[in-house]
């Protein structure tokens, strides 16, 4: 049965968005599905398609896992501040109660905002765009710890003991935890993390997880003089709805995390035939302005705020419906 009240909310949600961000004066921007390159993102598989014309060839394209990398390119094209709302698309995805492999990301890049100003823009958007009947649970104040005190209150585990991956693996067989002989820093990390911290996190309203580990590479900024990154993740009703970074600016540094993810991509990949995709040579050269970037699932944001557990009955066409 179609729910096409689920669909009037959608479009009312949706319809919110847009005036929130218009009347701050943010670009509304439409980017393409498909792109002939990719970041490298070893953790996210990727839809392979072809493009075949008979006057300039075939070539391989891929379904967007996300427009980050149109996006920053409009950045660096000095767009200023810019929103989006696209159709993106993660192969080998669970076909579980918050995951479809074909979802709607809101996404929007704040020039001259770090990751703290997009918490309060963030707070403020929740409030301004809930659709009635909206629980008092999905809406401000934010509940706001880094993730170091979310794993001390939760894991008994202090990430700044632990910086070693021995140290992190003693205190994560201490919880009872399996660990594989030579396990990466950040994989254990994750493995406590699931397990003992993200089923525990307080529900009564949105709780923001700040000073992500450094260990665990990505494009958000480092924090002086500490071992976090400036990211922080949004969980409403225990479910992860949001992620921001305050961008990385230095080219050097997207470089070299080029360079790494991409031999990581390439050595776990090889023998699986899962696709390799071709690797953008003009994202690191990109001159982003300083700025902050922040995705949220739209479908789970949607289906917190209506009340719900799963979001397959939100959509009209789940994937799980086709298998």
Not at 27 to 47: G, H, K, Y
Not at 174 to 196: A, H, K, Q, S
Not at 229 to 240: D, K, L, S, T
Request: hydrophobic share 35%.
């Amino acid at each position: 049965m179609f729910d096409f009240n689920a669909q009037k909310m959608r479009s009312l949600l949706f319809r919110n968005i847009r005036n929130f961000f218009d009347t701050k004066n943010y670009l509304e921007v439409f980017t393409p599905t498909l792109s002939d390159t990719l970041i490298p993102e070893p953790t996210i598989q990727n839809f392979k398609t072809e493009f075949i014309n008979e006057f300039v060839g075939s070539k391989h394209f891929y379904m967007i896992p996300s427009p980050e990398i149109f996006m920053k390119t409009l950045l660096a094209n000095n767009s200023g501040s810019i929103y989006e709302i696209s159709q993106c698309f993660r192969n080998s995805e669970q076909l579980g109660d918050v995951h479809n492999p074909e979802f709607t990301m809101l996404e929007y890049y704040t020039v001259g905002f770090d990751e703290e100003d997009s918490i309060a823009l963030t707070e403020e958007l929740i409030r301004e765009t809930a659709i009635p009947g909206t629980p008092e649970y999905v809406l401000p104040p934010f509940i706001r710890m880094s993730v170091n005190e979310a794993m001390i209150k939760y894991a008994k585990v202090d990430l700044e003991k632990c910086q070693e991956p021995i140290k992190l693996r003693e205190e994560a067989e201490r919880l009872g935890l399996y660990v594989p002989e030579n396990e990466p820093w950040d994989d254990t990390f994750n493995r406590i993390f699931i397990n003992f911290v993200e089923t525990n996190l307080p529900t009564e309203h949105p709780v923001v997880l700040t000073d992500y580990p450094y260990q665990i590479d990505c494009l958000a900024k480092r924090k002086a003089g500490t071992p976090y990154r400036q990211r922080w993740e949004m969980y409403i009703a225990g479910v992860e709805i949001a992620n921001c970074y305050r961008e990385e600016t230095d080219k050097e540094v997207t470089r070299a995390y080029y360079e790494k993810e991409y031999q990581r991509l390439a050595r776990e990949r090889a023998e699986t035939g899962l696709p390799i995709p071709t690797i953008s040579k003009t994202f690191p050269e990109l001159e982003i302005p300083e700025s902050s970037g922040v995705a949220i699932g739209l479908d789970r944001l949607l289906m917190v705020m209506m009340g719900k557990t799963e979001i397959a009955p939100l959509l009209l066409f789940p994937l799980s419906d086709m298998m």
